[in-house]
């Protein structure tokens, strides 16, 4: 299928390797952000979120990491497999009806 | 977590002509968001589509261009009307099962335009 991140940021790690992807975010009164993955021809899967009352969140292999002061947003992908390999994007809630303003997104290349 | 089908999963269009795409979402959402991604870059937001009133479109886009429609709480159709080449892209429909939760996205439907 065809891939959505041809001119995007490319981060090649090693199975096995952890991953780290970073993400600045624009809006100082955004209070919720997500991490989506997005696989060559799907739309964006949901990861973690967190909110701006947290500075670290966990789930099964990955980690979001929140500094507001530098507005600043990190996934961290424990053990990356082949399967992570996909583009990454942020996003920040800019209303509280659900208005996503995404990050420019990285390319996840993950070898053998 | 909701599911949203959309329809077509992708189309190539003659110039000049318009392509409504539908988007179907398995339960009641106040609030549908359509997103355009165009080729190698990130979403970026259409309009936000609320039931029984008319839809808010972003800087950029407009009404004429990108007519939605939204008739009941699970359903809406984005329309690309007289398309050029630059209409080439991904259309994305997204819904939140709750207010200020995260989104949920369709599969999404790549636009070609000849």
């Known amino acids: 299928g065809e891939s959505v991140g041809l001119h995007l940021p490319t981060l090649s790690v090693q199975e096995g390797d952890n991953s780290i992807i970073n993400c600045a975010y624009s809006?100082?009164?955004?209070?919720?952000f997500i991490w989506y993955k997005q696989e060559s021809g799907k739309g964006p899967q949901f990861i973690i979120d967190?909110?701006?009352?947290?500075d670290k969140r966990q789930g099964q292999r990955v980690t979001v990491l929140l500094n507001k002061t530098v507005k600043h947003l990190s996934l961290q992908i424990a053990a990356t497999q082949p399967g992570d390999s996909a583009v990454y994007f942020c996003?920040?809630?800019?209303?509280?009806?659900?208005?996503?303003?995404f990050g420019a997104g990285t390319q996840v290349v993950v070898t053998p | 977590s909701a599911v949203i089908s959309q329809k077509p999963s992708r189309d190539i269009c003659q110039r000049g002509t318009s392509l409504t795409i539908q988007c179907q979402v398995d339960?009641?959402?106040?609030?549908m968001f359509w997103y355009r991604q165009q080729p190698g870059q990130s979403l970026t937001l259409i309009a936000t589509?609320?039931?029984?009133?008319?839809?808010?479109?972003e800087s950029g886009f407009v009404i004429d261009k990108f007519p939605i429609s939204r008739p009941n709480l699970t359903f809406s159709t984005l329309t690309v009307s007289n398309m050029s080449p630059e209409d080439s892209s991904i259309y994305l429909c997204?819904?939140?099962?709750?207010?200020?939760?995260?989104?949920?996205f369709g599969q999404g439907t790549r636009l070609t335009v000849v």
């Open positions: 996003a920040e809630m800019t209303d509280s009806w659900g208005k996503l303003q």
């Open positions: 967190i909110r701006s009352n947290m």
């Open positions: 809006n100082s009164a955004s209070d919720y």
């Open positions: 589509a609320n039931q029984g009133s008319e839809a808010t479109y």
């Open positions: 339960s009641q959402v106040t609030m």
């Open positions: 997204s819904a939140h099962e709750d207010r200020g939760t995260e989104a949920f």
